[in-house]
């Protein structure tokens, strides 16, 4: 890990404990995206068919405001997921195909 220092002192801790509270917070996005795509699969079953045919073309939209270009998110991507962006829509797409034939996670 590179050796960070603030107003003069060694605060690699500080730096750890950053990315932890980062990963936390990506795990609780990441479920939080799971109940919104879930929802709006249920939702889109009482709504009119026209209606349930553009939320479900829609379900993804306003998910993972990007974070990825900050420089402590670069660097939390690279020290956690090998460079990788754990907030892609890739589990979600997982995810949502299960839905749509009719299983739900055990994790939701």
Known sequence: MTNFRCHGVCCDNCVEESYEMI???VKDI?????????LRHMLSK???EYDGKMLMSDIFSDLSAPHWDKPIYQKYMKEYHDGVNPLDNGDLNKYLKSVLRGKELSNL
């Open 23 to 25: 990963d936390s917070l």
């Open 30 to 38: 990441k479920h939080l995206e799971f109940k919104i795509v879930y």
């Open 46 to 48: 009482h709504l009119s």
